[in-house]
């Protein structure tokens, strides 16, 4: 059985929309990372957040799903409601269902109830422990789009986005959905942000993945969300793997053991040779342990190299959602005129003591012929870990990225 992407809706810090994401993340365009205050308490760190004003919750939900989660994910929801709404008619709604990969939820939302509550003695009448748990994202589309499918999250930390396209591939496989919503949704919170500057991962400047001088990520936040189907279209998921090698709570295995099985385990389901693949979007977190271990990761398995980036520069590191968003970028990639990708944007000087990549700049391009096959890698604390591979349907397709 094969999945197809059929359509994406995305919004990140590059911006609101395919076409509006795809020229700046083209383009290198680190600039929306900016220093923002009142996240941590007498601090500004630079941020990957969403500029753009994101649409009201509909009406009908407002009194009980209204926080900034759902209002992300409906905002790359709306992009393609139409596809959306298509495919129910097409299927029926029980026949739809909705995975959605998260960490943060309306934690942001909680937080500030628990601050309403310490200093007024109640809790403010629109909060919802509910909001909070990790179904709800998944929960809200289902609601709103009226569906009676299967609707879950999946919290597998910064792998959850991606883990949420396999669990919809299964879904297909299995004949429980015709079609299935799927990625990954995070916001910036003041819980993580914190929790983060608390772990010492955090940079205070532009974080820089892979260099000699890296120091730890900038956090973002994102929605992106696919339209998975059986029905032909221009990208396919030709492969999928995950594992869990459990070394430690944070820190990854320093051999990337499991790292190396999520991308042999894809590469063994898509039928394809390390040296078939084109293009690897890097995990790439600018963190000392992370990139040390993926690095080995990488040249171990793609021992003749390969072209490789990380794009955490570019709209920070966004958490549950990360896996769905650089999966996003590489359908972008697939779906681009000009066949580009996404360029590794940093300070330039490589960590002698890391295994070489191949990082590329913004001149380079994917093969203008044949059959185009990219790699996304996401790599989580407690050693979770999973691979995509992402390819056209058809040998030569160029189509443009649609509106």
């Known amino acids: 059985m094969t999945a197809y992407l059929n359509a994406l809706g995305v919004i990140c810090s ?30 500004s760190l630079p941020l990957g957040a969403v500029s753009h004003e994101l649409p009201p919750i509909p009406p009908a939900l407002a009194a009980t799903r209204d926080n900034c989660a759902n209002r992300l994910l409906l905002a790359a929801a709306l992009e393609i409601e139409s596809d959306i709404r298509a495919a129910i008619h097409r299927h029926g709604e029980h026949r739809v269902g909705v995975v959605i990969g998260t960490s943060t939820t309306g934690i942001e939302h909680t937080t500030e109830a628990i601050d309403h509550r310490r200093r007024h003695g109640q809790w403010p009448d629109d909060y919802r422990y509910a909001d909070q748990e990790l179904g709800a994202p998944a929960e809200f589309l289902a609601e709103w789009l009226a569906l009676s499918g299967p609707a879950y999250g999946i919290s597998t930390a910064c792998t959850s986005g991606a883990r949420a396209l396999i669990s919809a591939q299964r879904l297909l496989q299995m004949g429980v959905c015709d079609a299935v919503l799927c990625g990954g949704v995070d916001t910036l919170a003041r819980l993580p942000v914190n929790g983060f500057l608390a772990l010492e991962a955090l940079d205070a400047d532009h974080c820089q993945p892979f ?26 998921l030709a492969g999928s793997g995950a594992s869990s090698d459990a070394y430690h709570m944070s ?14 385990d894809a590469l063994a389901q898509a039928q394809l040779d390390p040296g078939q693949i084109d293009y690897v979007n890097l995990h790439g977190t600018a963190t000392e342990h992370n990139d040390r271990m993926e690095s080995h990761a990488m040249t171990t398995v793609f021992p003749r190299g390969v072209p490789c980036s990380s794009t955490k520069s570019l709209t920070g590191h966004t958490l549950a959602a990360a896996g769905a968003l650089e999966a996003a970028f590489c359908w972008l990639s697939l779906l681009d005129g000009e066949h580009r990708l996404p360029p590794h944007i940093w300070d330039g000087v490589a960590d002698p003591e890391l295994a070489a990549l191949d990082l ?11 059959t185009r096959r990219l790699m996304s890698n996401s790599f989580a604390f407690g050693g979770n870990n999973a691979s995509l591979i992402l390819a056209d349907a058809s040998a030569g397709n160029s189509e443009e990225i649609p509106p």
Not at 16 to 41: C, M, N, T, Y
Not at 361 to 370: E, K, M, S, V
């Open 211 to 236: 260099s000699q001088n890296r120091r730890g990520i900038n956090i973002g936040e994102a929605a992106a969300l696919f339209l998975m189907t059986r029905e032909h279209g221009g990208v396919v």
């Open 14 to 43: 590059l911006g609101h929309g395919k076409q509006e994401v795809a020229a700046d993340l083209f383009a290198g365009d680190a600039s929306s990372i900016r220093a923002e205050a009142g996240w941590v308490p007498g601090r």
């Open 251 to 264: 820190s990854p295995d320093p051999q990337g053991l499991g790292a190396q099985q999520a991308m042999r």
């Open 360 to 370: 590329i700049d913004t001149q380079r391009r994917l093969p203008a012929q044949g």
